[in-house]
């Protein structure tokens, strides 16, 4: 891909790494992301850790914010794009900070939307042969949100729970209404943007298994997470008035 396109042009691109207690892999990830985008800015959202995940972020010459307690995932997602907007960024891509999204598909992820095909670009594990780095029933799980996402849209997508996305400035300004959720915006915002009349697509990605640090997926929270993903796509599917 010609990176140079956006330097050009004059969109800017900004990579939001929303990230909690990954103090251990986030060197790592700001590192990479460099290495396969220089040109991007880095913003890494420390959702109030305890370990030194934002110090270590600062130190590898990503720009900082501290939220001063942890508020889950999609409100730390929501500062980077308030962040996005305030410092008029074109392009926005969001990763994980645990080093399962690989940086190497920044490039690929972006090309659609400097190509004016799509408004929001996924990272799919699934569009290619490769080994799913989690539980069966998570696999499980991911299969019924993109069986309910294909109902809900008419659109199939395969991988509507993976949180490595890249979108266009439009898509950033949707994302900061208030019915963005504060911890799991999986599925249901899929629908949401779909149905507002976006254009989405899917791109082949691999992602890695995580190493270290805790997953969100433990406990009980999958149950929660399974009981507010139903509740919330109903919602969504009910609601007319999204734009």
Same mark, same amino acid.
């Given at each position: 891909?010609?990176? @140079?396109?956006?330097?050009?042009?004059?969109?800017?691109?900004?990579?939001?790494?929303?990230?909690?207690?990954?103090?251990?892999?986030?060197?790592?990830?700001?590192?990479?992301?460099?290495?396969?985008?220089?040109? $991007?800015? +880095?913003?890494?959202?420390?959702?109030?850790?305890?370990?030194?995940?934002?110090?270590? $972020?600062? %130190?590898?010459? $990503?720009?900082?914010?501290?939220?001063?307690?942890?508020?889950?995932?999609?409100?730390?997602? /929501?500062?980077?794009?308030?962040?996005?907007?305030?410092?008029?960024?074109?392009?926005?891509? /969001?990763?994980?900070?645990?080093? %399962?999204?690989?940086?190497?598909?920044?490039?690929?992820?972006?090309?659609?939307?400097?190509? =004016? /095909?799509?408004?929001?670009?996924?990272? @799919?594990?699934?569009?290619?042969?490769?080994?799913?780095?989690?539980?069966?029933?998570?696999?499980?799980? +991911?299969?019924?949100? $993109?069986?309910?996402?294909?109902?809900?849209?008419? %659109?199939?997508?395969?991988?509507?729970?993976?949180?490595?996305?890249?979108?266009?400035?439009? *898509?950033?300004?949707?994302?900061?209404? =208030?019915?963005?959720?504060?911890?799991?915006?999986?599925?249901? *915002?899929?629908?949401?943007?779909?149905?507002?009349?976006?254009?989405?697509?899917? +791109?082949?990605?691999?992602?890695?298994?995580?190493?270290?640090?805790?997953?969100?997926?433990?406990?009980?929270?999958?149950?929660?997470?399974?009981?507010?993903?139903?509740?919330?796509?109903?919602? @969504?599917?009910?609601? %007319?008035?999204?734009?």
């Amino acid at each position: 891909m010609d990176r @140079s396109c956006f330097l050009k042009r004059e969109k800017k691109v900004l990579v939001i790494i929303p990230a909690f207690n990954e103090a251990s892999s986030i060197v790592g990830v700001v590192r990479g992301v460099k290495q396969s985008f220089p040109e $991007a800015d +880095i913003l890494v959202v420390d959702d109030g850790s305890k370990d030194a995940t934002g110090e270590l $972020a600062r %130190q590898e010459g $990503a720009g900082v914010v501290r939220l001063p307690f942890n508020l889950g995932v999609g409100a730390a997602l /929501q500062t980077g794009y308030r962040y996005a907007l305030r410092y008029a960024y074109e392009f926005v891509v /969001q990763l994980d900070a645990d080093g %399962q999204h690989d940086p190497l598909y920044l490039p690929e992820l972006l090309r659609p939307l400097s190509e =004016d /095909q799509v408004d929001l670009v996924i990272g @799919s594990r699934f569009l290619e042969r490769s080994r799913f780095p989690g539980s069966w029933t998570r696999l499980v799980g +991911i299969k019924i949100f $993109a069986f309910l996402t294909w109902l809900a849209t008419g %659109q199939r997508l395969t991988d509507p729970t993976s949180g490595y996305r890249a979108m266009r400035r439009s *898509v950033v300004e949707f994302f900061c209404s =208030d019915f963005f959720p504060h911890d799991y915006p999986d599925a249901d *915002v899929l629908i949401t943007t779909c149905r507002a009349g976006f254009r989405l697509k899917e +791109i082949p990605v691999v992602m890695k298994e995580r190493l270290t640090g805790c997953s969100l997926h433990r406990g009980l929270k999958p149950f929660y997470y399974i009981y507010k993903m139903f509740l919330s796509i109903l919602v @969504s599917v009910l609601r %007319q008035d999204w734009r």
